[in-house]
């Protein structure tokens, strides 16, 4: 069964700073995908950025990139130029190619990020 | 627009008392997903569906029914709602059974007393 960790339940960073969440998961597949998700306080589920494990290349979007280590399962999201309205639940997900899986999207328990003025 | 509806988005009830949550896509998607999220443990699977009439457990999947009997809808019933039962409840889909991308209903807050 995969599992997806966050080790930081809470965090903070000044307006204009740039800020890194953690995201580790476990997993024997090789193909699968990687997303973060935003949660603000209206609780609606924002799709941030998405990785594909056999891509390289780490996934940008604008403000928002990760640092994919596919050796070391490690997911991180940064996010430049905080914004005050990037003050969110962030969640780590994960799902793997192979069809018996492909069910499933395992969730990490979420990192509370606040942005401060 | 491309969107996942839940209904209703507040509740609260008795325990006891059945009640069924609705979600509808209209993106013609084949799957459809429900989901529960209580704090500190993010959000985990209680059923899922691949297409019309196919139906699965996810991780949590007692004390919730589900059916698909037409492809837009999937609706999550509690035939006996206990108060373990509240909780921030989400309805996705998304198309094909790989990494694409999953849309969110807006949620669904049940209280059950």
């Known amino acids: 069964a995969q599992t997806v960790t966050q080790s930081q339940p809470e965090m903070s960073v000044q307006e204009a700073e740039t800020v890194t969440l953690s995201c580790t998961y476990d997993?024997?597949?090789?193909?699968?995908?990687l997303f973060w998700y935003k949660q603000p306080p209206s609780r609606q589920m924002i799709l941030v950025i998405r990785?594909?494990?056999?891509?390289?290349q780490n996934a940008t979007e604008n403000r928002f990139s990760v640092n994919f280590q596919k050796a070391a399962k490690s997911f991180s999201l940064k996010i430049s130029d905080s914004q005050l309205g990037d003050t969110a639940m962030y969640f780590c997900a994960f799902t793997s190619h192979s069809s018996g899986s492909a069910r499933q999207l395992t969730f990490g328990s979420g990192t509370q990020l606040t942005v401060l003025p | 627009e491309a969107q996942v509806t839940q209904n209703p988005r507040y509740l609260i009830t008795v325990t006891g008392k059945k009640l069924t949550v609705t979600c509808s896509q209209n993106m013609n998607h084949e799957y459809m997903s429900w989901y529960r999220q209580d704090p500190g443990l993010g959000l985990r699977q209680i059923y899922y569906s691949m297409n019309v009439e196919v139906t699965d457990k996810g991780d949590v999947p007692e004390g919730y029914k589900v059916s698909r009997k037409e492809k837009r809808n999937f609706p999550l019933i509690l035939e006996s709602p206990s108060p373990n039962q509240t909780s921030l409840y989400f309805c996705?889909?998304?198309?094909?059974?790989?990494?694409?991308?999953?849309?969110f209903g807006e949620g669904s807050w049940l209280t059950v007393v």
């Open positions: 997993t024997s597949e090789n193909n699968y995908y």
């Open positions: 990785q594909e494990a056999y891509k390289q």
């Open positions: 996705a889909s998304k198309q094909g059974f790989s990494g694409n991308t999953i849309y």
